[in-house]
């Protein structure tokens, strides 16, 4: 029978293997000769990330906490109160679940340049665009998890005579947390890419996708390779977070047990 592995482990194996990787990435570009220009060493990364802290902090402020945190948010609040209105009348799911579909899958590259024409080119449109990303993937996961009720534990709930708002306090609300926090896992990664690609179209002098375009268009590609290491580490910071937050308030549920 396997053990199961430690803290230790969990957290030794990914950053073990993780430095292997950029060992061995090292190893490639300066014994083949690769162009920086193609592909800096890790160790020019670094440097870059070094010797431009101020810069990766203004793009990182306007992209991340501006653009994708305000966007996510606005997502999420939108989501719930329609996924509420569409659970309490059910034949509303006929009309807004294809129309909320419609507006997933419109493309970013679309979507991007007209946010731009309507809310400007600071960090509005981006947190529209955000907001339009992670509007359907919250929606479905909360009436995903708002429907994911035994139907035995809504009758006990019409035996004790609860009325709708009890009944999606004491029993489908917390039913729904989990769907909730695995929607939030989700936005959290589509939230920072559509900040990112909708600052290709439009941006003030700072941002993330402002800069990749800028220092790309230089052939700059250490700094374009700092602005991907400062998004990755965002991004997994932020599905940290909410796996935290979730095992914290969702302990009773099977997910989290073990």
Do not use: C
């Amino acid at each position: 029978m396997n053990r199961p592995d430690t803290t230790f482990e969990k957290i030794a194996w990914p950053i073990g293997f993780g430095l292997a990787v950029l060992v061995l990435w090292e190893i490639v570009v300066r014994g083949f000769g690769v162009s920086p220009a193609i592909l800096p060493a890790p160790t020019a990364i670094a440097a870059a990330i070094r010797e431009n802290p101020g810069t990766l902090w203004e793009d990182w402020v306007q992209t991340v906490l501006k653009g994708a945190v305000n966007g996510l948010w606005m997502g999420t609040l939108a989501a719930l109160v329609v996924a509420l209105i569409i659970d309490r009348f059910d034949f509303l799911k006929r009309g807004l679940l294809p129309v909320a579909n419609f507006f997933a899958a419109l493309p970013i590259v679309g979507l991007a340049p007209i946010m731009v024409m309507w809310f400007g080119f600071d960090w509005h449109s981006k947190a529209a665009v955000v907001a339009v990303m992670v509007f359907f993937p919250m929606l479905v996961n909360i009436l995903g998890g708002l429907a994911a009720v035994d139907p035995m534990q809504r009758d006990l709930m019409r035996t004790y005579a609860a009325s709708h708002a009890q009944t999606l306090q004491k029993l489908r609300g917390p039913a729904a947390l989990p769907f909730l926090f695995n929607g939030l896992k989700i936005a959290t990664s589509l939230a920072l890419i559509g900040a990112i690609v909708a600052e290709y179209f439009g941006s003030p002098i700072r941002g993330m996708g402002f800069r990749i375009t800028t220092e790309m268009g230089r052939l700059a590609t250490d700094m374009v390779w700092a602005e991907i290491v400062v998004s990755a580490v965002t991004g997994t910071a932020l599905y940290g977070l909410v796996a935290g937050i979730e095992k914290r308030v969702t302990f009773w549920h099977p997910s989290q047990r073990g």
